[in-house]
T-cell receptor
Framework: KQEVTQIPAALSVPEGENLVLNCSFT??????LQWFRQDPGKGLTSLLL?????REQTSGRLNASLDKSSGRSTLYIAASQPGDSATYLC???????????FGSGTRLLVRP | DAGITQSPRHKVTETGTPVTLRCHQT?????MYWYRQDPGHGLRLIHY???????DKGEVSDGYSVSRSKTEDFLLTLESATSSQTSVYFC??????????????FGDGTRLSIL
């Protein structure tokens, strides 16, 4: 059974710092991996989607990498800002499945 | 924002009553999903739909039913609500399922409390 883990559960950094959020999954037979952002009381906003054949995706200050063989993905945030404060979730889509399997998220606080 | 509207946004009801949550989309996407989000469990799929009148169970479907009579609407029904179904419910849509890499887009959620 696929399990997705995100460590740490919470992270507090000063503004301007570069940071890395981690996501690991137990079964490498994934179709894609998606990173989301969730603000308090809100739904999820899709940030990046990496196909299983890709190694990384970039959008602005965000860069997501994928290493299927080791079951890991990282989300790199450059030059963090207080507006980046949110919970970040990763989710994998398994082959031949419609569903996404989510990690529990990393709650990020960027201090001014 | 993807055109997804969930209603109601908040609801408080009593154990044993029926509850229906509505998800409405304006994107004409084929696939729609219902998730619940609980502390310590993350988001879990309840049911999903791959077309009008085509639905299937997710990992936590017991106690829930769904219906999709139109492309734009996906209803989630709790036939007889229990306290364990207190949660935040999210609807999501995507343009396609397994064969292409389209992301899922989420609504703002419905906070449901069952007393």
């Amino acid at each position: 059974k696929q399990e997705v883990t995100q460590i740490p559960a919470a992270l507090s950094v000063p503004e301007g710092e570069n940071l890395v959020l981690n996501c690991s999954f137990t079964d490498s037979a994934i179709y894609n991996l998606q990173w989301f952002r969730q603000d308090p009381g809100k739904g999820l906003t899709s940030l990046l989607l990496i196909q299983s054949s890709q190694r990384e995706q970039t959008s602005g200050r965000l860069n997501a990498s994928l290493d299927k063989s080791s079951g890991r993905s990282t989300l790199y945030i450059a030059a963090s800002q207080p507006g980046d404060s949110a919970t970040y979730l990763c989710a994998v889509k398994e082959d031949s499945s419609y569903k996404l399997i989510f990690g529990s998220g990393t709650r990020l606080l960027v201090r001014p | 924002d993807a055109g997804i509207t969930q209603s109601p946004r908040h609801k408080v009801t009593e154990t044993g009553t029926p509850v229906t949550l509505r998800c409405h989309q304006t994107e004409n996407h084929r696939y729609m999903y219902w998730y619940r989000q609980d502390p310590g469990h993350g988001l879990r799929l309840i049911h999903y739909s791959y077309g009008v009148k085509d639905t299937d169970k997710g990992e936590v479907s017991d106690g829930y039913s769904v219906s999709r009579s139109k492309t734009e609407d996906f209803l989630l029904t709790l036939e007889s609500a229990t306290s364990s179904q207190t949660s935040v419910y999210f609807c999501a849509i995507s343009a396609a399922g397994t064969v292409t890499n389209q992301p899922q887009h989420f609504g703002d959620g419905t906070r449901l409390s069952i007393l």
